[in-house]
């Protein structure tokens, strides 16, 4: 009969609870060893593969590595996230915070009970969308250490994140709308049109090459997407020529010495002097501060054009298509708007029944 627990027999959890295991056994010469592996699963055949090593004289104890501190993947992160022009979340705060947290210690040492800690301390003073923002930051430094074989797995995939109100809807009036177009400086504007005449995402827009972009036939080519394949969007007239006169804009631009010119392969929307737009809200703002809008987010953007289509007429098939939404039920928010409008189609049957009856009496 096998011993209880047997099975399990040199492994270990460490710290309990964390999910993560390790394997402890003895060399051929009596000395102790012990890996840190990961899952459980993935450990209880580890150490069977190492039990079957030592009994055929094939084991060869493993060299002792230089523990890779937290400094190092996410310094890493930060370079490539850079060199492929993707944004830090709130430019340096969300680095800063995880640097405060975690600095200093070894990376495969951090286990998931320390990142809810980290979760639970930031929902004191953050909403829930802004924390998941961090713990999506630090699921990326760790899936891109996983990839680099410089950790042996990642710690966020078994923490949960917070439960966000996706249900918030807010867009612009035709007055609010007019406060902020004379608020932005010239060379944002080109950004507000097409966020607001396409519905496309902050960090979609700010991606943008014109590679991607062939106004003639009015199409914009979204890479890497949420949805894990290229996107097309259609422009309308306002887009088009929108982008049409700024890339004319672009072209006439004296490169300063030492510079090359910006070609058409660069970013569309580029920061005052050129070159990716780090920190948009250094001058996002300051505009809704001297437009007078409160409580609006950039986000808020995409709301709009989506809430104006909705109240155009446009179904919510259509307009999921538009949106880009994977299921039907993140358009779902906007049906009270399509609704509104076809009361007040069908109301103007009454009108026109009104008409009818007037011209028959005379």
């Given at each position: 009969?096998?011993?209880?627990?047997?099975?399990?027999?040199?492994l270990?959890e460490?710290?309990?609870?964390?999910?993560?295991?390790?394997?402890?056994?003895?060399?051929?010469?009596?000395?102790?060893?012990?890996?840190?592996?990961?899952?459980?699963?993935?450990?209880?055949?580890?150490?069977?593969?190492r039990?079957?090593e030592?009994?055929?004289?094939?084991?060869?104890?493993?060299?002792?590595?230089?523990?890779?501190?937290?400094?190092?993947?996410?310094?890493?992160?930060?370079?490539?996230?850079?060199k492929?022009?993707?944004?830090?979340?709130?430019?340096?705060?969300?680095?800063r915070?995880?640097?405060?947290?975690?600095?200093?210690?070894?990376?495969?040492?951090?286990?998931?009970?320390?990142?809810?800690?980290f979760?639970?301390?930031?929902?004191?003073?953050?909403?829930?969308?802004?924390v998941?923002?961090?713990?999506?930051?630090?699921?990326?430094?760790?899936?891109?250490?996983?990839?680099?074989?410089?950790?042996?797995?990642?710690?966020?995939?078994?923490?949960?994140?917070?439960?966000?109100?996706?249900?918030?809807l807010?867009?612009?009036?035709?007055?609010?709308?007019?406060?902020?177009f004379?608020?932005?400086?010239?060379?944002?504007?080109?950004?507000?049109?097409?966020?607001?005449?396409?519905?496309?995402?902050?960090?979609?827009?700010?991606?943008?090459?014109?590679?991607?972009?062939?106004?003639?036939?009015?199409?914009?080519?979204?890479?890497?997407?949420?949805?894990?394949?290229?996107?097309?969007?259609?422009?309308?007239?306002?887009?088009?020529?929108?982008?049409?006169?700024?890339?004319?804009?672009?072209?006439?631009?004296?490169?300063?010495?030492?510079?090359?010119?910006?070609?058409?392969?660069?970013?569309?929307?580029?920061?005052?002097?050129?070159?990716?737009?780090?920190?948009?809200?250094?001058?996002?703002?300051?505009?809704?501060?001297?437009?007078?809008?409160?409580?609006?987010?950039?986000h808020?953007?995409?709301?709009?054009?989506?809430?104006?289509?909705?109240?155009?007429?446009?179904?919510?098939?259509?307009?999921?298509?538009?949106?880009?939404?994977?299921?039907?039920?993140?358009?779902?928010?906007?049906?009270?708007?399509?609704?509104?409008?076809?009361?007040?189609?069908?109301?103007?049957?009454?009108?026109?029944?009104?008409?009818?009856?007037?011209?028959?009496?005379?």
């Open positions: 009969m096998a011993r209880q627990g047997s099975r399990d027999r040199g270990f460490r710290p309990k609870g964390s999910g993560i295991w390790w394997i402890r056994y003895h060399d051929g010469e009596g000395h102790e060893h012990r890996e840190k592996i990961g899952t459980k699963g993935l450990a209880r055949r580890v150490y069977e593969k039990k079957t030592i009994r055929d004289g094939r084991y060869f104890p493993p060299e002792n590595k230089i523990a890779v501190r937290f400094d190092e993947i996410a310094a890493d992160y930060k370079a490539a996230a850079q492929d022009g993707r944004e830090i979340i709130r430019g340096e705060i969300g680095y915070r995880l640097q405060e947290c975690f600095g200093g210690m070894a990376a495969d040492s951090i286990a998931s009970s320390q990142i809810e800690a979760r639970d301390k930031l929902s004191e003073d953050l909403s829930p969308a802004t998941n923002l961090h713990l999506k930051l630090l699921r990326a430094i760790f899936m891109r250490a996983v990839r680099a074989q410089s950790v042996s797995s990642n710690p966020v995939s078994r923490v949960r994140f917070c439960k966000e109100n996706n249900k918030r807010r867009w612009l009036s035709e007055e609010e709308e007019g406060a902020l004379a608020a932005l400086p010239d060379w944002l504007k080109p950004l507000i049109i097409a966020a607001l005449n396409t519905g496309m995402r902050k960090g979609e827009l700010l991606k943008l090459r014109w590679r991607d972009v062939d106004l003639a036939t009015g199409t914009i080519t979204i890479r890497d997407p949420k949805s894990g394949e290229d996107e097309r969007v259609l422009m309308n007239e306002t887009t088009k020529g929108s982008l049409r006169t700024l890339r004319e804009a672009r072209s006439k631009i004296v490169a300063p010495k030492g510079r090359t010119p910006e070609t058409p392969s660069g970013f569309v929307f580029t920061a005052p002097r050129g070159g990716y737009m780090h920190d948009l809200k250094r001058y996002w703002y300051p505009v809704l501060k001297r437009a007078g809008l409160e409580d609006f987010h950039f808020d953007l995409r709301h709009t054009f989506a809430s104006r289509a909705a109240m155009s007429g446009v179904d919510l098939y259509t307009l999921q298509a538009l949106m880009r939404h994977r299921s039907p039920l993140m358009t779902q928010r906007y049906a009270h708007l399509s609704a509104a409008h076809q009361r007040e189609a069908v109301q103007r049957l009454d009108r026109w029944h009104e008409r009818q009856k007037a011209a028959a009496e005379r």
